[in-house]
Every structure is written in C-alpha cells, then in structure tokens.
C-alpha cells in the first residue's frame, strides 16, 4: 500500500530541553546506526512545560518550545539529505484544555458558549448550558475567585469573561458559559466528553469534515511537501467513526507510511476497511516476549502470589476493576449513554451500559463491520446479570439497528476507556504474580507462548502486515526490555526466586500483598536502580492498583512506607537481593539480546525506542523519558566500526553491535527481507533455539531459556540444517561451510547469530 515504508524507525522524545535542533543534531550518529527512519512523539503546540506533547493545545503550528516552524524544517531538511524518513506522531482524539488561554479554541468556547465558532470541535452535552469546568478545591473556593481585568482567576487558573465585568466575582462566575466546580464532581457531572479519565484533555470531534481539515491541515501540508513520511495515529478506539478516519487520513496522504496505535489483543485483526498498514506493535511485543517464557514458572509464581495474599483469578480481579472504573471514574460517560436508550429506566439503563463494557473482550467494536465482539459482550453480560436481561436487550436492539447512531458510536468510543482504565491501568497493577506478562496489550493470564506459536504468528504478520511496526519499548510500556528480558530468567528458577521472595517479606515486607511482589521483581528487574527512581515508581503503581492509595485520595501513613521500603531493604536484605540480580543478570542480557535480534528480523518494520541500543532498565513513565547519553553510544559506535566485536558484559556494547549490523543489513539489503520460514534445530538442546529464514540467504538463530540450557549442558550435539553454501555471521565475522551448523560453534560468541549466505 505504501510507497515511503521505512527499513526501521527510532524512536525520539521531543521535549523543550531536546527539540528538533538537538534530534538534527545526533541524525548522523542515527544514520550511522542504520536507521531508516526517525519518528519522534507529537511536535504541534502543546501545554506550556509538557514533556510528551500527547496535550496538544494549537494543532495550527509547530511547536515554538521545540524550536518552532524553522528548526523543524531545518530537521527535515537535515533528515532528507541523509536519506531518512521522517515519522510523526499525530494526536486525532484529543486536545489539552489544562491552561485555557493556551488553547484559542476552547478559550474560545468558554467566552461565546454555544455561539462560538468551535463549539462543534468538541463532543459537548449542551443540555446543562454551561460548561463544568472541575477545577476547585472546594465548593466554598468560589470565594476565592478573583476579576482581573478581562479574566476570572482562581489561583494559577484563568478564565475569559463574557459580557459585564461588574459585581462579585462570584456574580461574574454566575454569569459565564462555564461553570467552576469542585474538581469531586467531574466524574459523575463532567458535560464534555474526555480522554479516559483526565478532565483537561477534551475529545475532538475529528469525525466532522471542517474538524477534521482544521486540526490535520499543517500536519498534512508536512507529507505533502514531502518534510513527512510517516504518521502514527494515537488512540484510534476514541474516534467517532475510525474507519472513515483512516479512510479519509489515506485519502489526504496516500504516499504516506500510516501505523495506528491499536491494542490488539490474541486473534483479533485491524478491521479489513482501515487503508493503514498494520498497528505500532504491541501484538509483536506480546508474542516475541512470550517465547522467551519458561511456562514451568508459571505454578511457583502464582502459589507465591496466592500465599501472600493476592487474588489470582485473573479475570475475577479484571472484572473487578472494570467495575470500579464505571462505577466510579466514568460515571458522567456511563450516564450520558445510557440516556440515549429507549423505554428502559436510567438505573437499569446504567447498569446495562456499564455491564457491557466491563464485559468486552476487546478494546471495542467496530459496527457495523465487526459485530462479533458485540454479540459477545451482550451475551457475557447477560451471564453476568440475568436481572438486566431485558435492559441489554434493548440496548443491543438499537445499537445493531443503528450502528451508525449516537447510541452506538458512544458505547463504542468508551468501551475503550474502561478496558484502558481498568485492566491496563488498575488489573496490571493488583495482577502481579509476573509483572513483565503485564504490558500494553497483554494478557497477564496466558504464560508465555511456545515456539511454534510464535512462528505461526510472524508468518501470519508476514502475510497480512507486513509493514506493521513491532516494538519492544515505548513510551506507554511499563517496563523497559531489557527489564522485561531479565524477568524472564525468573520463570526458570522460579521456585529459588519464590524462596527469596518469601524471605525477605518476613524481613522487609510492605503490607500490600500485590504490591509487595511488583516492588521485590521491579527491585531485581531494573537494579541498578535509584531510591528516588523506585520510590516514584512504586507510588506510581499503588495509586493506580487503587488498594491502598490512590491519586486523588492518598493514604499518606502507607505512602510514607513506600518511599521508606528501599533504605529498608538495603539494611536488611540488601546483600541478598544484590546476589540475586548477579545471579541473573548474564541470562537476562541473554534475553535481552534475543528478543531484540527476533524484533529486528523478523517480519514488520522494527522500531528502537530512545537509548535502547544499549542496555537500558527503564520503567513506566516519566522513568522512560530520561535524558539519553548519545556521546556515550556515539563512542561505542565509533568502536565497531573500527572492527570490535565486544563481550557480552555490562557496558551493552554487544547490545549495540545486534542493533547496528541488524539495521544495516535491513537498509543496505532489503531484498533479503521478504519472507518467512520457521527453522526447527535438531538434537537435545532444539527447544532452546528460536530459528528462522526471511529468505534463501538470510537465517537467524536466537536463544530462549538460557538457564535451562546451560544447566543441561549447553548446546552439545544440536544442529541446525542450512541451505548448502557459506555463511557468514554477519555479528562477528565467523563463516560457516556446509549445509549443518552445530549450535555449539555458531552461538559460541554471542547467543544470537545473523547469518547471511555468500554469493
């Protein structure tokens, strides 16, 4: 479909402090690295200070805290003449509404109301008449409003007046198109539809003709002359009509290279309508992870769970928390839908809405296309709750008559919010008996995959999408790969690590079972890592379980506990954990160097999210938008290219070395890149061996399991048969002669190998 498909991509975060200047500026080292493609997070205007740009403000303009219009041409300009492409990240669903004045369009609704020219930009329930803005304290804070020539303030926070000045601020208030509340209320009353459950992101109705022009037309003037050649859509499931939305995306860029953000979860496809070609990754993420999962670990892994205290019904604890989100966050979206169903009373109504979405084996459904995951959402709620029976069936009545309806479209858009907001915001943070099963598009339920699932799946993404994106990190992973790959040693020596664990709770524990597991494996997962750096994230992750604190309640004895637990642990255990991580650190890099050797290979078009080159130990964010030391990976650059072939060890050279020849070898010999065939090693290590051809001349080896291996002996006699001629291991220079590679020899240096037949 697409004429500007990228070998690869790398992924940048653009922030104030690394804007497009400072991306032009390491595009050589990029290009040097092999790269085929930059893509970098949303670059139009966005909150004042924002770290990400996802809160975008004026999609009209470049955004001047990056460097504005003349950086950014500056950039591609730059990327052009080095033959890279250039990827953006568009944000179609949403836009910031947290500092008003910086958004002239909902500045703009605020003063004029429904008489402004943009009030249609946004998904507004005008039956109230004015706007809920949750932004107080308190009720009582309208006391503390103060008039400032033409604005209302309330502290940091500034609001347009419309009309007469005169009176109390409080009487200016009364008068205004927006009303201030307390920011309690906006759950249950907020009168504007919004980004999952954050009130100052508000959903843009992209759907409409003029919407859609206005907030694409400067992106789309980019592709067209050619500054652009790739846009990643964000959140497609909150759009209005997702399919017109891509339908209407590749009319406006056909050339374009078009990759959406879409969970996918086990079996399920894009919709065959969406003229894109594939998804940002997540699904590969899942299965190239998966094959690295010992399922022996599965047993000792969830007793330990069990026996701390956590519930290990996966989806009794998912349902739970669905049921938390649209019983309390979403409640103002459960109700706006439910009022849109006929001849059934609001309370059952609400209650059948609210179990439907809970009920979704997927993210959403894509009416009138895709009916099948409806029809079983309707039947798995009515298993549920017999009593709503008659609610439900009304309900689907006028969803499946009226596909295209308000009805429809609404429970379809926040289907979405409650499987994001509850599983992979809630479940993925009460769920922990293995925390890496616990990624973006996961399924913590399902142990890992075998061998010959996983080449099943890459040759059917070879055959449907084979210019889908895969990744293994992103900026919305909780977890870094190279994190990921250790945690994996743990599903080998499970028990030991079990052992481990419930020693040093009796020590060192803190009080909340699922949380105490997720602190023990991110401890051995990420080390070295901060006190600073693992405080933050283990807030992080109590808030959202939802258990024992919360964002918007905090229990501040039990936070204080948290952000006490790692000088604890160094006291008590900390000799002992250290152990443990140099235990498995060296099957970790293992890990690490195999599933990124199978992500660069395999079928789709790789991306390298910022610094992952080298090892890299990130966790959720902010950890994973830290600053990237690009001298460092510069220096080791400069070493392969005069000829080292570095040990596997601390430093991640041999990280970079996979990356570098892999990205290479993709963009100098694409031809070698057009296939798959699953390779089967023979002997009595061939479990151990994940092995495949692209092409007649391209094969990669890769290792999985890597302590059972070794604790079996290594690779002895295995053998793996290659097509007659010599090959060359284009990671260290080693030729093989013959059409049988012993194992054993091929995988001596590295555990991985990238070999490519001599013509």
Not at 426 to 452: K, M, Q
Request: net charge negative; with cysteine; hydrophobic share 40%.
């Amino acid at each position: 479909m697409s004429m500007t498909i990228p070998t690869s991509t790398y992924r940048l975060q653009l922030r104030p402090e690394f804007g497009f200047a400072d991306a032009r500026a390491v595009v050589d080292y990029l290009t040097a690295l092999g790269v085929g493609a930059v893509y970098v997070s949303p670059v139009l205007d966005a909150t004042p200070g924002s770290t990400h740009g996802y809160d975008v403000t004026d999609p009209r303009i470049a955004r001047p805290a990056l460097g504005g219009e003349p950086a950014r041409l500056d950039l591609a300009d730059t990327l052009r003449a080095s033959g890279l492409g250039f990827v953006v990240d568009i944000v179609p669903n949403h836009m910031s509404i947290e500092v008003p004045s910086a958004n002239p369009f909902w500045w703009d609704v605020l003063s004029k109301g429904k008489a402004s020219q943009f009030a249609h930009w946004f998904d507004i329930d005008w039956s109230r008449e004015r706007i809920v803005v949750p932004v107080l304290g308190s009720a009582s804070d309208l006391d503390a409003l103060t008039v400032e020539g033409d604005h209302l303030v309330y502290y940091d926070h500034r609001f347009p007046i419309a009309g007469d000045a005169s009176g109390t601020p409080q009487e200016v208030h009364d008068r205004q198109n927006y009303e201030l509340v307390d920011w309690r209320r906006g759950n249950a009353e907020l009168n504007y539809r919004r980004f999952f459950d954050i009130t100052t992101l508000a959903s843009v109705s992209v759907e409409k003709q003029d919407v859609f022009e206005a907030v694409h037309g400067e992106v789309l003037r980019w592709v067209a002359d050619g500054d652009v050649t790739g846009l990643r859509v964000d959140h497609p499931d909150g759009l209005a009509d997702p399919t017109v939305y891509m339908q209407r995306l590749r009319e406006k860029a056909p050339h374009a290279w078009i990759t959406v953000e879409k969970i996918l979860h086990p079996g399920e496809d894009l919709p065959e309508s969406w003229p894109v070609d594939g998804t940002t990754g997540y699904d590969a993420l899942g299965e190239i992870f998966g094959v690295l999962v010992d399922p022996a670990g599965e047993a000792p892994l969830t007793a330990l769970a069990a026996e701390g205290g956590q519930d290990t019904d996966y989806a009794a604890v998912e349902e739970t928390a669905r049921r938390l989100v649209t019983d309390k966050i979403l409640v103002a979206e459960v109700r706006r839908i439910a009022g849109r169903i006929d001849g059934i009373d609001p309370v059952f109504a609400r209650e059948a809405v609210a179990e439907t979405m809970i009920a979704f084996g997927v993210y959403r459904s894509y009416l009138p296309e895709v009916g099948e995951h409806w029809g079983r959402a309707i039947e798995t709620a009515k298993g549920r709750r017999p009593d709503l029976a008659v609610a439900l069936d009304a309900l689907d009545r006028q969803v499946t008559s009226e596909p295209t309806g308000e009805l429809a479209t609404r429970i379809q858009q926040t289907s979405g919010m409650v499987v994001a907001k509850g599983t992979e915001d809630t479940t993925f943070y009460r769920y922990t008996r293995f925390a890496a099963l616990n990624e973006v598009g996961g399924s913590p339920d399902r142990f890992g995959i075998g061998v010959d699932e996983f080449h099943a799946l890459a040759a059917r993404r070879d055959d449907r999408a084979p210019a889908a994106m895969t990744t293994l990190t992103t900026h919305d992973t909780k977890r870094s790969e190279d994190t990921r790959a250790r945690l994996a040693v743990l599903t080998e020596i499970a028990g030991d690590f079990a052992d481990a664990v419930r020693g040093w709770s009796q020590r060192c524990g803190l009080g909340e079972p699922s949380l105490e597991l997720l602190a023990w494996q991110t401890l051995v997962g990420a080390a070295p890592i901060s006190d600073e750096r693992l405080v933050d994230y283990l807030l992080k992750a109590a808030r959202e379980s939802k258990l024992r604190t919360t964002w918007t309640e905090p229990d501040e004895e039990f936070e204080q506990q948290i952000r006490e637990w790692p000088a604890r642990v160094r006291e008590t255990v900390g000799a002992e954990v250290d152990a443990f991580v140099e235990r498995i650190t060296a099957a970790g890099w293992s890990n690490s160097l195999s599933q990124k050797l199978i992500q660069l290979t395999a079928p789709g078009v790789p991306d390298v999210y910022q610094g992952t080159e080298l090892w890299d130990f990130s966790l959720v964010d902010p950890d994973n938008r830290r600053a990237v030391d690009y001298a460092e990976r510069r220096r080791v650059l400069e070493q392969l290219g005069r000829g080292a072939v570095p040990d596997v060890d601390a430093s991640g050279a041999a990280k970079l070395l996979v990356v570098h020849r892999a990205l290479t070898l993709r963009r100098d010999r694409p031809e070698l890149f057009r296939g798959y065939r699953a390779l089967r090693a023979d002997g009595p290590a061939a479990d151990h061996a994940v092995a495949y051809a692209r092409s007649d001349d391209l094969v990669v080896v890769a290792t999985r399991l890597p302590v059972g291996l070794a604790a079996a002996g290594g690779w002895r006699d295995t053998t793996l048969a290659l097509d007659a001629g010599e090959w060359t291991d284009v990671l260290t220079g080693v030729t093989i002669e013959g059409s049988t590679a012993r194992l054993s020899s091929v995988l001596d240096r590295y555990p991985v190998a990238l070999l490519v037949r001599n013509r």
